[in-house]
């Protein structure tokens, strides 16, 4: 396994219908094309499969899915925090970005939880 040099992710986790899955694959690649186009390191997204844990506050607690929805756990890596901002810039004017219709979107995007974290450990 090749070590990442990534020192900055953003990352994602919202509920997803099941039946929009396969469009919501769509839309990631073609959203995470157009970052990896523009310098980030790694575009990641994960369905969820095993969200009933004993242990902590399962992803569903809080999230709290519709009947039907499963949970996307996604992330950019970024070299830092300066490189992630310069990426997005350029991803935010990129015209693909503007052809994809929000209200078409296979999820809510008013649902989703977003943040910038800095990598702590990296193995």
């Known amino acids: 396994m090749v070590k990442s040099k990534a020192r900055y992710v ?10 929009k899955i396969e469009a919501y694959r769509q839309l990631a690649r073609k959203a995470g094309k157009i970052w990896i ?32 929805e499963t949970i996307m756990f ?8 300066a490189h992630r901002d310069s990426v ?3 991803v935010i004017n990129d015209p693909r970005l503007a052809e994809m219709d929000t209200k078409s979107m296979p999820f809510d995007p008013k649902r989703m939880l977003y943040g910038g974290f800095k990598i702590l450990v990296s193995l």
Not at 10 to 19: A, T
Not at 56 to 67: C, D, G, N, W
């Open 88 to 90: 997005n810039a350029k």
């Open 10 to 19: 953003d990352g994602f986790v919202l509920p997803v219908p099941k039946r």
């Open 74 to 81: 996604s992330w950019i890596a970024f070299k830092s925090r």
């Open 37 to 68: 186009e523009h310098g980030a390191l790694e575009f990641r997204e994960c369905v969820g499969d095993n969200l009933n844990v004993k242990m902590a506050m399962p992803f569903p607690q809080k999230i709290k899915p519709k009947p039907g």
